[in-house]
């Protein structure tokens, strides 16, 4: 359902010195553009795009773009002094659960080290009043029940992605509590649900992977479809995101760990959402697995997010047939020759419009 929560105050960003990790990546182009668009002066620092395309290609950069690895400590901290951030949001991260498999030290060591290389950094940054690190939904231990996860769950992880995440929540909870608090710095994890939108190209994603079969006219293959998983707009985490830290500039004793996503009950299939991808899309042939092909992953995952509704009042603002229908929507105007730029503003002024 849709329903009114809150969202970013254009005032409260304008002017402010944000450090963005992972401007690079799909959520942190449109974070990047969403902050510039009310004032912020962004400087980001994230790997070079692996998608081709990539959204950070298509969006205008932000005041200040470093394409640096965050698992160099001395290099991240040149950076962190020169952008003398106010706010400090943490998105860069090896972010797929397939890929960790494939190479789990450089996971745990970007997932890991990397943030508390930027924690590190933030004690030497007196600028800094404010640190949103961004995990996952998946940094519970997953028992595979149909109950949604509380924040005070225990934090587990069967895959090197999900485990990585789980280390990170310590990492970060270890330095607010022994250096950050002290120094008032407020610090707080996001755990957010699978993130849907327009302009994600990465490779293992489910609509990404959708959009790139039925525009070369091949079927889809969908290895586990009754998959469940907390579908949620990109805007909305993004949204949710800016909101926590406004609050903990105002009020530091909000520190601690936040779930964003649907309401508990929307957690959806793989097979729900492709069959709305598909109708959106107008076209496209899927060929469903029986959910035995390829490594682990967990079969059902479900957030509760009342803490955020009731502490942050964020509330979701698109149900998932609206969201799941404007990210092919997107994709299709933008393979029809629609500007990219001009695409994703209209969704943020459609989003914060939104009743």
Known sequence: MTMNGALPNHGF?????VLLTGHTGFKGAWLSLWLT???AHVTGVGLPPTAEPSLHSLLPAPSNSYLQDIRDKSELLVIGKAASPDIILHLAAQALVRPSYDDPV?????????????LECTRHLPSARVVVVVTTDK???????PFPYRENDHLGGHDPYSAS???????VASYRESFLKEAEVAVATARAGNVIGGGDWSVDRLLPDAVRAWQ??????????EARRPWQHVLEPLS?????????WEEPQLAGSYNFGPVSHEAASEHKVIEIARSAFGRGDVVYGDGTEGPHEAGWLALETAKARHVLNVAPRWTLNQAITRTMTWYRDQAQGADAYGLCEAEISDFEAAA
């Open 37 to 39: 668009k009310m004032g």
């Open 106 to 118: 450089g996971t745990f060591e970007t997932n890991v080290i990397g943030t508390a290389n930027l």
């Open 240 to 248: 949710a995101y800016l909101v926590l830290a406004e609050r903990l």
């Open 13 to 17: 960003w304008r002017g402010k010195n």
């Open 165 to 171: 995440k789980a280390a990170c929540e310590l990492v």
């Open 139 to 145: 940094v519970y231990q997953n028992l595979e029940h």
């Open 216 to 225: 070369s006219n091949t079927p889809l293959h969908v290895r586990r479809p």
